[in-house]
């Protein structure tokens, strides 16, 4: 049995973002004990052609629980929300699992490092999308001045997919926990409790995002055995952006003692006007570096 594998997905219109993931992975020494596999979630061809001498297996990714066709039509990609809560099923020869969104890619190779150790002994691995610097956790409307509505990303999802209010409420002002990145043993109980969860809420909520919600039901009502990683194991770019260390060319966490990043995450984009700087390469931001100075760069791997 091989021991672990960092597992991603993507479709054609992610295939740049992906191939970028690999070369990060592969820009590591220590990756050559890891091998990287890929769900297909709508690449074509040339692209699978292109990928196939990068990485170790490429599956194609099936609908692993039933969801209503006209919900999902001409959007392969959403398999992501089902198929990375069985990744034993597509590659059942390694002990370890890392699965890291293809909008994700790696800065430095510690993560990577903590993230298979976080899961020793059935435990998940992940990280809570909370640090300081984070302002808005939850949003409230208040009627009267003093009556609240909750509007937690958590708990607007748990009630639009039927979970009962007991458990919504106890997701309501829980920190979000980001699947994005996340790693898991192969014999973990965490699945079967994970995969349960995911075919309650995607009975009648939305597919996007299910996989999250039934994660974060696994974690904060089932209660299981979770190994918390700091929050630069998965820095969410839209949440908080970077600084840039100029003496050492890297991306850094923008407080004290200002680490360097681990897996640098674009997810839900970065944008510019109206386009999305995962889809388009020349867009660049400006971010602060450590020393005062405002530059203009992209957060994606390997663009200057």
């Known amino acids: ?30 990756s050559k004990n890891i091998s990287v596999c890929v769900l297909d979630a709508g690449l074509n061809k040339n692209q699978i052609k292109t990928l196939s001498p990068l990485v170790y297996s490429i599956k194609k990714a099936n609908w692993d629980i039933e969801v209503p066709g006209y919900k999902v039509i001409k959007k392969e990609w959403l398999k992501s929300q089902v198929s990375r809560a069985f990744l034993p099923n597509y590659f059942p020869e390694f002990k370890k699992y890392l699965w890291i969104d293809s909008d994700a890619w790696i800065n430095s190779w510690s993560a990577v490092e903590l993230y298979f150790k976080a899961c020793d002994n059935g435990k998940l691995g992940i990280t809570q999308s909370i640090g300081p610097g984070y302002k808005i956790m939850t949003k409230v409307n208040w009627l009267f ?30 920190p979000h926990i980001n699947i994005g990145v996340f790693s898991l043993e ?50 969410i770019t839209s949440h908080l952006l970077p600084k840039y260390d100029d003496k050492i060319n890297t991306f850094v966490e923008p407080y004290l003692p200002n680490e360097k990043i681990g897996i640098m995450h674009l997810a839900a984009g970065i944008w510019q006007g109206n386009k999305d700087m995962r889809l388009n390469k020349d867009i660049k931001i400006s971010i602060s570096t450590l020393d005062g100075k405002e530059i203009k760069k992209s957060l994606r791997f390997g663009i200057i």
């Open 1 to 30: 049995m091989r021991e672990k594998a960092i597992v991603t997905l993507a479709d054609s219109n992610y295939f740049d973002l992906l191939v970028e993931l690999i070369k990060s992975i592969q820009a590591n020494e220590e």
């Open 186 to 235: 192969k014999n973990s109980k965490c699945w079967g409790i994970w995969q349960e969860n995911l075919k309650k809420t995607l009975t009648k909520g939305k597919i996007f995002g299910s996989e999250g919600l039934a994660i974060n039901i696994a974690v904060y009502h089932n209660n299981i055995d979770v190994e918390f990683l700091p929050l630069k194991c998965n820095w």
């Open 145 to 174: 001045g003093k009556l609240a509505i909750i509007k937690s990303q958590n708990y607007k999802h748990a009630k639009s997919s039927g979970i009962d209010e007991d458990i919504a409420r106890k997701l309501a002002f829980a």
